[in-house]
């Protein structure tokens, strides 16, 4: 289990790797070993258990190595920018089912057409290669986590509350996009991620977007399992 850990208090971003079967903390790599005043968003680990770390505050990408115990800076460039407002770079970050690419979704709206793309494609093989996918509707809303679940992306939508589904038969050149509700037919903004389990979809009710404002958050935490067949 890959972990991303902030500490707000003395501004520490480090990864922790976990056993499964233990519930033993096997390992922490500190960001700051990557490059200085990076931050960890989210993870997604290949089939060769590398795993790729998306940084909000940074251009950047990381890949760790549990093996090796390391951690460095993987892809470093502008389009993986924050956004108009400066609050949001990479956020959710997938690798494809196929290995061939990393994807990144940045969270906040283009405000005009000079900003920084919403939804990035990193070659695995040449992470010097980035282009912007080209969605179809235009993606909307705060894309927040995102996972593969047969051949398809999903994309929590934390302000909206709902989750979108992306197909592409372009290797992920372009893709289509049909959108959902997070949970039972009804949004639930706050909502921040989604994870595949035993061939479902689940969503989890996090309430972040009130901590990174400095609000409470409002509990109960929960999680709903997403009905796929919604997005027909």
Same mark, same amino acid.
């Given at each position: 289990l890959w972990v991303c850990a902030e500490r707000l208090a003395d501004d520490t971003s480090e990864i922790w790797v976990f056993d499964l079967a233990s519930g033993e903390?096997?390992?922490v790599l500190n960001l700051a070993d990557a490059a200085a005043g990076s931050t960890c968003n989210d993870i997604d680990v290949d089939v060769d258990g590398l795993a790729y770390v998306s940084d909000s505050s940074n251009p950047r990408v990381y890949r760790a190595d549990a093996a090796a115990e390391t951690v460095a800076v993987w892809a470093d460039d502008p389009?993986?920018? /924050?956004? +108009?407002?400066g609050l949001f770079g990479g956020n959710g970050i997938a690798v494809t089912e196929d290995g061939?690419? #990393?994807? #990144?979704s940045k969270t906040g709206p283009k405000?005009? /057409?000079?900003?920084? /793309?919403?939804?990035?494609?990193?070659a695995l093989d040449d992470p010097g290669s980035i282009d912007e996918i080209v969605t179809t509707p235009a993606? +909307?809303?705060?894309a927040d986590g995102m996972s593969f679940l047969d051949g398809q992306l999903y994309i929590a939508k934390v302000g909206f509350g709902n989750v979108s589904r992306l197909t592409s038969?372009?290797?992920?050149?372009t893709a289509s996009i049909a959108t959902a509700p997070a949970g039972s037919g009804t949004p639930v903004p706050g909502t921040s991620t989604v994870r595949p389990a035993e061939g479902q979809l689940y969503a989890i009710y996090s309430d972040i977007t009130k901590v990174l404002t400095g609000l409470d958050p409002v509990p109960p935490f929960r999680i709903f399992k997403v009905d796929l067949d919604s997005f027909e």
């Amino acid at each position: 289990l890959w972990v991303c850990a902030e500490r707000l208090a003395d501004d520490t971003s480090e990864i922790w790797v976990f056993d499964l079967a233990s519930g033993e903390r096997d390992l922490v790599l500190n960001l700051a070993d990557a490059a200085a005043g990076s931050t960890c968003n989210d993870i997604d680990v290949d089939v060769d258990g590398l795993a790729y770390v998306s940084d909000s505050s940074n251009p950047r990408v990381y890949r760790a190595d549990a093996a090796a115990e390391t951690v460095a800076v993987w892809a470093d460039d502008p389009l993986l920018s /924050p956004n +108009d407002s400066g609050l949001f770079g990479g956020n959710g970050i997938a690798v494809t089912e196929d290995g061939n690419y #990393v994807i #990144v979704s940045k969270t906040g709206p283009k405000a005009n /057409p000079e900003a920084p /793309p919403r939804l990035l494609r990193i070659a695995l093989d040449d992470p010097g290669s980035i282009d912007e996918i080209v969605t179809t509707p235009a993606i +909307d809303g705060f894309a927040d986590g995102m996972s593969f679940l047969d051949g398809q992306l999903y994309i929590a939508k934390v302000g909206f509350g709902n989750v979108s589904r992306l197909t592409s038969d372009d290797d992920w050149a372009t893709a289509s996009i049909a959108t959902a509700p997070a949970g039972s037919g009804t949004p639930v903004p706050g909502t921040s991620t989604v994870r595949p389990a035993e061939g479902q979809l689940y969503a989890i009710y996090s309430d972040i977007t009130k901590v990174l404002t400095g609000l409470d958050p409002v509990p109960p935490f929960r999680i709903f399992k997403v009905d796929l067949d919604s997005f027909e």
